[in-house]
């Protein structure tokens, strides 16, 4: 249902035609852009969106062809080295890939969260079923304020590591994050199996 929505959800929208191997984004804790996606896909031009969901609100602004892409949001060519590719402040935008198109991602401020325990399982929504050759997932240290400060390397701590994945709608990551309390960011990377591909996601959740 979800990959048939977004389909036909592209088909109206000419100006942004998808990468031909687009793959998905975190559905649990849910990421920022695909969140967007979910809640305003249908209803992008309600203008109550700048008051119920202002993070998104100011996404779907600028530009709003990114939003349609949300499945697209990886860079190539990283030789698995992502702090030489992606600067601080910009990772949730995976280093203003694609010419900028996701730089809303890396705003701070009140991004609507994911209730979660110290122990919680990462899904990852794969539209494409190529697989995954790992998922790396970083949950940010206590004292980090995700409402003011852009996301940097420094404030992230890896709390799992998966193995290759076979093909699926979904892949999972078991993480346990203990010690932390209030608004935190989530940061997933993997990497799809047919190629080149290394997607970067935020996520923000509350402890």
């Known amino acids: 249902m979800l990959a048939a929505l977004a389909a036909a959800t592209l088909l ?7 990468p031909a191997a687009a793959h998905g984004s975190v ?3 849910l990421s920022r852009i695909y969140g967007c996606y979910l809640r305003w896909g249908s209803d992008w031009m309600n203008p109550d969106m700048e008051q119920q969901d202002p993070m998104c609100y100011q996404a779907w602004q600028s530009p709003t062809g990114a939003m349609w892409l949300w499945n697209a949001l990886y860079r190539e060519g990283t030789g698995g080295d992502f702090q030489a590719y992606i600067p601080d ?3 949730c935008s995976a280093g203003l890939t694609d010419s900028g198109r996701y730089a809303p991602m890396d705003t701070p401020g009140a991004w609507r969260t994911t209730q979660v325990d110290s122990s919680f399982t990462v899904d990852l929504f794969d539209e494409a079923k190529h697989g995954a050759d790992y998922l790396l997932v970083y949950v940010t240290k206590q004292g980090y304020d995700a409402r003011t400060d852009a996301l940097d390397w420094a404030d992230l701590e890896l709390v799992a590591e998966t193995g290759k994945q076979a093909p699926n709608s979904h892949y999972y990551a078991d993480v346990s994050a203990p010690g932390r309390s209030g608004h935190h960011v989530v940061y997933t990377i993997w990497k799809a199996s047919h190629g080149d591909q290394i997607y970067f996601t935020c996520s923000d959740v509350t402890f």
């Open 89 to 91: 402040n910009q990772l």
């Open 12 to 18: 109206l929208t000419p100006w942004s035609t998808p």
């Open 27 to 29: 559905a649990d804790p």
